[in-house]
């Protein structure tokens, strides 16, 4: 009878251990994911403790609901980016590209911008963003190399290489505005390091990123985002930014469905081509809802809803 009973408590606890987990349906961006961000004051914000029945109040948090983000992933349409299979973009300037599995999530490159820098990064061998099923003090490192542009404050090509390292560092109660409504009991917190140690032909320099997503294990996108970069150049004094967004729509903030990832294929056509002017798509795809434009760089340089096909 007491190993029966040892039994059945040995289970209940992996039911719990595997309820405050993230794997690629409750983590990994996919296409037909939408979400948007307020940006909050980074003053004096910390991300807190990390290990198990951590506490994180950000019941005081200051939001500007001026400063809104529209999220939204979609099938990589983008040649210069061949290994990702998702884009994820807010704005021209912040595109991420990623290859999600059931095992792993790759981050391929994108907008990466510090108060000094803004740049794109195109990743030859990618950093690790997720390695599922992520539990508590999971931990997982990756080399990097690539190539970067740097788009200001001037124009270059170079080459970077580097290291990254994601891990699930976190768990227990997230308190955001909102009292118990703003209350998860049930919250993990990601935290991905990356260094980049990029060279061009005038200059060199180290770019070192943070970032803290904090979720709650039934919620797809993260509630909290706290990330910081560091810039450091031969030509430029070191810089440090940090960014705090939340969740617009924590408050009634749907839980992952099992009906999510249900998109069929798009058939799109293009004309006329070439074309000087004017260039009409059409797709007899209902969900198709719009249209993005890369240049060769990778950079997203337009987008434009799609209306009755």
């Not at 019941?59 to 999220?71: E, G, W």
């Not at 080399?143 to 290291?163: C, E, K, V």
Request: proline content about 4%.
């Amino acid at each position: 009878m007491k190993n029966f009973y040892l039994s059945v408590i040995s289970s209940l606890f992996a039911l719990a251990l595997q309820g405050q987990s993230l794997t690629q349906a409750n983590h990994a961006p996919s296409a037909g994911d939408s979400f948007q961000t307020y940006k909050c004051d980074s003053t004096g914000i910390n991300p807190g403790a990390s290990g198990a029945n951590a506490s994180w109040n950000f019941s005081s948090i200051s939001t500007s609901s001026s400063v809104l983000n529209t999220y939204t992933t979609s099938a990589n349409t983008n040649p210069v980016f061949t290994n990702a299979d998702i884009a994820q973009f807010s704005s021209q300037v912040n595109t991420s590209y990623y290859k999600s599995t059931s095992n792993d999530l790759k981050y391929y490159g994108g907008n990466i911008s510090t108060s000094a820098v803004t740049a794109s990064l195109n990743y030859a061998l990618p950093a690790i963003r997720g390695t599922y099923p992520m539990s508590l003090n999971s931990s997982s490192s990756a080399a990097t190399s690539g190539t970067i542009y740097i788009i200001t404050p001037f124009q270059l090509n170079g080459s970077f290489t580097g290291s990254s390292n994601v891990s699930l560092d976190g768990s227990g109660t997230l308190t955001l505005p909102g009292g118990s409504a703003g209350t998860f009991t049930n919250a993990v917190r990601v935290l991905s390091t990356q260094t980049i140690n990029f060279v061009t032909i005038i200059a060199t320099g180290t770019v070192i990123q943070a970032q803290y997503d904090y979720y709650s294990v039934d919620i797809k996108a993260p509630l909290l985002t706290i990330s910081s970069s560091t810039f450091a150049s031969s030509s430029t004094p070191t810089s440090t930014q940090v960014i705090v967004t939340i969740n617009k729509n924590y408050l009634t903030a749907v839980p992952v469905g099992i009906n999510e990832n249900n998109f069929s294929s798009t058939d799109i056509t293009v004309y006329p081509n070439p074309a000087a002017a004017a260039i009409n798509f059409v797709t007899a795809n209902k969900q198709a809802e719009l249209v993005l434009l890369f240049d060769v760089l990778g950079k997203l340089v337009d987008s434009k809803k799609i209306e009755d096909g």
